[in-house]
């Protein structure tokens, strides 16, 4: 729509200064020319947007020219506040500052618009971590993030799950990425991934050392490479299986079945080595049957028949 345009050309120009015509095209995702016929309305309606030819041109708002937030729509406010993360921004020592920001938004909406955000602060609570994992100690956090924010360098002693375990690192930090509970930061050079809470010690140089940010780096394009590249490297092999009907497996990557008439689900699943697959697939007890690979299944074949041998020595009394 171009009422809601309009108000996204204001607030890209209030939040970027000057852009171009073609710039803002971009941003709008509209010709060059729907661009021209904007900025007319705007100026019409008296809004004090100038324009400047030559190679460093393009419009600016007057300076100290701020636009309400009475463009908001009813959906735009209630995810602006289910968007609002407060313990994710309390470790990073931010969670004042978002309850100020939520604060100031929530005066400069309309009275309607108070209510739905009221309505979605009280109806929805986002709480990222599993249920069975302790949250990890991370004192290091605020440190990493500081860094992130000022492009400098840290030396970190890090604990990694191959020897040797505990090496040194130099650390260029470029973001955090928060998953599932757990905080990591992307750092070059490479750059690499790794765990925040896995740091065991932090220096940063006197004086402080700084880094240039990989132009174009993309923090969210690198992260989803990242996971495709992790499940590709941590499942190398494959496993056949027969699913009791309601049986699931609880996995990072989706399964397809194939239904059989005794309404069990045939289907094949990635596995990370016939270790972690054994343990996994035990844990389902008779509602999964493994049909390959023959090492897995005659590893879990000697696995039931030591259990049925120990239950049944206690059964019987024989047992030591």
Do not use: C
């Not at 661009?35 to 008296?46: I, N, Q, W």
């Not at 932090?202 to 992260?223: I, V």
């Not at 494959?238 to 079945?257: F, I, K, M, Q, Y």
């Amino acid at each position: 729509m171009k009422s809601s345009r309009l108000l996204s050309i204001l607030l890209l120009l209030q939040t970027r200064g000057r852009m171009t015509a073609a710039q803002l095209a971009e941003a709008l995702e509209v010709s060059v020319r729907t661009v021209y016929r904007d900025v007319e309305a705007l100026s019409a309606a008296g809004v004090p947007l100038y324009g400047d030819a030559g190679h460093a041109g393009g419009y600016r708002l007057l300076d100290g020219y701020r636009t309400r937030l009475t463009g908001l729509t009813t959906d735009e406010a209630e995810a602006l506040f289910l968007a609002g993360v407060p313990g994710p921004a309390a470790e990073l020592g931010l969670g004042p500052v978002l309850a100020a920001a939520q604060l100031k938004v929530r005066a400069a909406l309309p009275a309607e618009l108070r209510e739905h955000a009221d309505r979605i602060s009280g109806r929805f609570h986002l709480d990222a971590p599993g249920w069975y994992a302790d949250a990890d100690d991370t004192p290091f956090l605020h440190t990493v993030a500081d860094a992130v924010w000022h492009n400098r360098v840290l030396y970190a002693m890090y604990r990694r799950w191959r020897e040797p375990t505990d090496v040194e690192r130099r650390l260029e930090p470029y973001g955090l990425v928060l998953k599932a509970g757990r905080w990591y930061v992307v750092a070059g050079p490479g750059p690499r991934t790794f765990r925040v809470d896995q740091i065991l010690a932090l220096t940063t140089p006197d004086p402080a050392e700084e880094f240039t940010r990989p132009d174009g780096f993309d923090l969210a394009a690198y992260w989803t490479a990242h996971q495709r590249d992790f499940h590709d490297r941590l499942y190398r092999s494959e496993a056949v299986v027969r699913l009791a009907p309601g049986a699931t497996l609880a996995r990072a990557v989706p399964l397809n079945g194939r239904a059989e008439p005794d309404g069990w689900t045939l289907m094949s699943v990635p596995i990370e080595s016939i270790d972690h697959a054994h343990g996994e697939f035990l844990r389902l007890g008779t509602d999964i049957e493994v049909l390959a690979p023959p090492e897995l299944r005659d590893r879990i074949t000697r696995t039931v028949a030591e259990l049925a041998e120990r239950y049944g020595n206690l059964l019987t009394g024989s047992g030591d």
